[in-house]
Antibody
Framework: EVQLVESGGGLIQPGGSLRLSCAASGFTVSSNYMSWVRQAPGKGLDLVSVLNKDGSTYYADSVKGRFTISRDNSKNIGYLQMNSLKVEDTAVYYC????????????WGQGTLVAVSS | SYDLTQPLSVSVALGQTAKITCGGN??????VHWYQQKPGQAPVLVICRDTIRPSGIPDRFSGSNSGNTATLTISRAQVGDEAVYYCQVWGSLSWVFGGGTKLTVL
């Protein structure tokens, strides 16, 4: 059974930084795709970033230059480093696994809330 | 960029069939995936690659894709099917989600 467990969310002031973690079991982050999808209160799904199995990355324009996605293969954990946070980054952040050779978001974590406010 | 268009809301009578559409330019050429999100929960994949139901998804859920419209069909709708449904494709440059459709079962 695949489990993705996020941690690291919280309340942060504008301009601050947070690092989200995604601990994976039953899903090997190094041989699949790992992504972060966020959902602002009352809004739809917004793809933030994807880390491909070959190490290449995708970032939404809204976070490019501020967020960095990475992984620790030995621990099977994914990360999202978020810097220069803005009020509009407030959302539930989901870690989502995309199986290799697929383009569907198969495995979702429970989400972690990031609230950016002064 | 590739855009997906979904109706904001769809209503269906209890036990009847609901159809939720997802519009996109020549969407038939793409694999369409559908997600169900109930309040306070993470999304769940209910249909992948147009028509495939992942393990554990009831056969009341089905999908189709033709021309510029993909459709999620929910037969014998139940109160438990009330949720927001999102379609998603690979849009040639990145992954794209539709805006979501709220399904209400009357």
């Amino acid at each position: 059974e695949v489990q993705l467990v996020e941690s690291g969310g919280g309340l942060i002031q504008p301009g601050g930084s947070l690092r989200l973690s995604c601990a994976a079991s039953g899903f090997t982050v190094s041989s699949n795709y790992m992504s972060w999808v966020r959902q602002a209160p009352g809004k739809g799904l917004d793809l933030v970033s994807v880390l491909n199995k070959d190490g290449s990355t995708y970032y939404a324009d809204s976070v490019k230059g501020r967020f960095t996605i990475s992984r620790d293969n030995s621990k099977n954990i994914g990360y999202l480093q978020m810097n220069s946070l803005k009020v509009e980054d407030t959302a539930v952040y989901y870690c989502v696994g995309i199986p290799a050779a697929s383009d569907s978001f198969d495995y979702w974590g429970q989400g972690t809330l990031v609230a950016v406010s002064s | 960029s590739y855009d997906l268009t979904q109706p904001l809301s769809v209503s269906v009578a209890l036990g009847q069939t609901a159809k939720i559409t997802c519009g996109g330019n020549n969407i038939v050429s793409k694999n369409v995936h559908w997600y169900q999100q109930k309040p306070g929960q993470a999304p769940v994949l209910v249909i992948c690659r147009d028509t495939i139901r992942p393990s554990g998804i009831p056969d009341r859920f089905s999908g189709s894709n033709s021309g510029n419209t993909a459709t999620l069909t929910i037969s014998r709708a139940q109160v438990g099917d009330e949720a927001v449904y999102y379609c998603q494709v690979w849009g040639s440059l990145s992954w794209v989600f539709g805006g979501g459709t709220k399904l209400t079962v009357l």
